[in-house]
């Protein structure tokens, strides 16, 4: 049951889901959807280390390299390496989302998305720099559950459901059952490793220079886990290894899953060893629901497809892949009393003020 305050607090609060994803940071606010959709980048002042952009922004400074600012990625390998630096976008996030509406309303109920794994230390400082940011009250959940409900998985039921969250720095694989997480896998390779894999092979194979955000956009275009309808064909500018001279070379999606394959290969094995220790009567209802796959490393075409082949368990993507950890952080707040059991961290995962 809610209480009168918590109902009253209900109909003016501003409830926000944050995704603190390795590759980009999303905001959700409950009746506006998303509303902030930036990549995970802060740039700070090289010598006093004061955040000077966060987002897009600072991927912009990023790609221009000035002498004054250093970029940094805080959770680029899917744990939170800086705090100071993720305390600042938590603190720049709360309050971008509250100055966005325009009635004067409460401090906002925030709960953030945090990698599986983080120590309770980091959580402890999650919780403190979202309270410190403007917040009324912080709660965690971890991505993977978040990203499930986001799916629309059946959490909460007893039957089982599967969520595979391919982000940047980390796949997460979660089996969930009677409302909680039955078994779980976490993982360093997802999209930031094809991205390398592709530098790598435009090194060795084509003697051709090229940077990661290069990378990023052909695999996007026509990177693949499985053989496509048709193959394609791309230009891919950089430099020349030999010649030292700017170079441009046609490259094949062929070429491409074949450079990938390493690490797709390693998110599929993840799957399978997960399929592995699940018990029969949940692999009986995951052969009815099927696996859903979720994060922007769901869009990698022909992957679900890969999978499916591979565990022999219909494979489908979510609505919106890239937007469900957000989405399920701020579905908790909607349904808390069922979903509050799902939350994790330092006194049961809320601070209250
Ligand atoms: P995180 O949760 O770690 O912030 P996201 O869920 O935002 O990560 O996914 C980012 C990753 O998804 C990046 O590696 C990006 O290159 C990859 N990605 C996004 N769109 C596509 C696409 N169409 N095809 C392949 N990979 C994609
Ligand atoms: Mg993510």
């Not at 003016?12 to 994803?21: A, C, H, M, P, V």
């Not at 995951?286 to 075409?301: F, H, N, P, Q, R």
């Not at 469900?324 to 995962?349: I, K, M, S």
């Amino acid at each position: 049951m809610l209480s009168p305050l918590d109902w009253f607090f209900g109909l003016f609060s501003l409830d926000i889901g944050i995704d603190l994803g390795t590759a980009n940071t999303l905001v959700s606010v409950r009746g506006k959807g998303i509303v902030i959709n930036e990549p995970s980048f802060v740039a700070l002042n090289r010598k006093t280390r004061e955040p000077r952009e966060v987002g897009a922004r600072a991927k912009e400074i990023w790609s221009r390299n000035p002498k004054d600012i250093i970029i940094v990625r805080p959770l680029r390998d899917g744990v939170i390496s800086d705090f100071e630096v993720t305390a600042a976008m938590l603190d720049y996030l709360v309050r971008k989302a509250h100055e966005q509406t325009w009635v004067p309303i409460p401090r906002p109920r925030v709960v953030v998305g945090i990698p599986s794994g983080v120590t309770e230390v980091e959580k402890r400082a999650v919780l403190d720099a979202t309270i410190a940011s403007g917040a009324r009250e912080a709660h965690l959940i971890e991505e993977p559950v978040a990203a499930a409900i986001g799916a629309g998985l059946p959490v909460l039921e007893t039957r089982g459901s599967m969520i595979v969250d391919i982000g940047g720095g980390t796949t997460e694989v979660a089996l969930f059952s009677l409302g909680g997480i039955v078994l779980s896998r976490s993982i360093r390779v997802a999209g930031d490793e094809m991205d390398e894999d592709i530098v790598q092979y435009m090194r060795n194979k084509h003697n051709l220079l090229i940077g990661e955000p290069t990378a990023e956009r052909v695999k996007m275009t026509i990177g693949s886990a499985y053989p496509l309808p048709e193959e394609r064909t791309m230009a891919v500018k950089g430099r020349n290894l030999v010649t030292g001279l700017p170079d441009s070379i046609d490259v094949s999606s062929v070429e491409i899953r074949e450079a990938i394959s390493g690490s797709v290969d390693i998110i599929v094995d993840t799957v399978k060893d997960a399929l592995d220790d699940t018990p029969p009567e949940l692999i009986a209802d995951l052969m009815e629901s099927g696996i859903c796959l979720a994060g922007g490393g769901a869009l990698l075409k022909g992957l679900a497809q890969r999978i499916s082949e591979e565990v022999n368990i219909r494979v489908w993507v979510a609505d919106d892949p890239m937007t469900c950890v957000a989405r399920g952080a701020g579905r908790v707040l909607e349904d808390y009393n069922n979903l509050r059991r799902l939350l994790v961290g330092p006194e049961r995962g809320s601070t209250r003020h």
